[in-house]
T-cell receptor, first 115, second 113 residues
Framework: AQTVTQSQPEMSVQEAETVTLSCTYD???????LFWYKQPPSRQMILVIR??????QNATENRFSVNFQKAAKSFSLKISDSQLGDTAMYFC????????????FGTGTRLKVLA | DSGVTQTPKHLITATGQRVTLRCSPR?????VYWYQQSLDQGLQFLIQ???????AKGNILERFSAQQFPDLHSELNLSSLELGDSALYFC????????????FGPGTRLTVT
């Protein structure tokens, strides 16, 4: 069974600085998708970025980028120029392409951006 | 706004009771997923429906059941409630079984007292 591990329960970063959140996963699959979701205090789940395993190029979305290391089964999220609005729980999610497309989530990293 | 709606927003009930949570997917989305998020935990997959049919099951308790109706809305039924069932229940939808992005509703917070 697939597992997703986020080893940093909490992190903090100064406003305008850069922070990297870690995620590792375990799978024997070759094709899958990886996602980072943000959950602010409102509890809404917001998609931050996604990565297709067959793509070597790392995904980027404005200030958010990933470092996808397929062989190492690592999928870290880098947030540049951190803003107060980035304060949230961040969840890494794995999706196997098995016809169900359900997500397997990590336990999350609570990120606090300090003014 | 993801376009996925969930009702009610909050629900407070007593142990042993039964509740129904409702989810309306985005217009055109055929797949509905239910997830449970206990306090400060990650989301756990419960069950998926695709166009009215059950597609996948996660660690869903036997006391829980779900269905998807012809208009594609879905209901999650929780019975014989226990204190440990207190959680945030999310519904998500996607266009089809081959869509890789799920859109999440705002969740229903269930408190069992």
């Amino acid at each position: 069974a697939q597992t997703v591990t986020q080893s940093q329960p909490e992190m903090s970063v100064q406003e305008a600085e850069t922070v990297t959140l870690s995620c590792t996963y375990d799978t024997s699959e070759n094709n899958y998708y990886l996602f980072w979701y943000k959950q602010p205090p409102s509890r809404q789940m917001i998609l931050v970025i996604r990565q297709e395993a067959y793509k070597q190029q790392n995904a980027t979305e404005n200030r958010f980028s990933v470092n996808f290391q397929k062989a190492a089964k690592s999928f870290s999220l880098k947030i540049s120029d951190s803003q107060l609005g980035d304060t949230a729980m961040y969840f890494c999610a794995f999706m196997k392409l098995d016809g169900t497309y359900k997500y397997i989530f990590g336990t999350g990293t609570r990120l606090k951006v300090l003014a | 706004d993801s376009g996925v709606t969930q009702t009610p927003k909050h629900l407070i009930t007593a142990t042993g009771q039964r509740v129904t949570l409702r989810c309306s997917p985005r217009s055109g989305d055929l797949s509905v997923y239910w997830y449970q998020q206990s306090l400060d935990q990650g989301l756990q997959f419960l069950i998926q429906y695709y166009n009215g049919e059950e597609r996948a099951k996660g660690n869903i308790l036997e006391r829980f059941s779900a269905q998807q109706f012809p208009d594609l809305h879905s209901e999650l039924n929780l019975s014989s409630l226990e204190l440990g069932d207190s959680a945030l229940y999310f519904c998500a939808s996607s266009v089809s079984g081959t869509s890789y992005e799920q859109y999440f509703g705002p969740g229903t917070r269930l408190t069992v007292t």
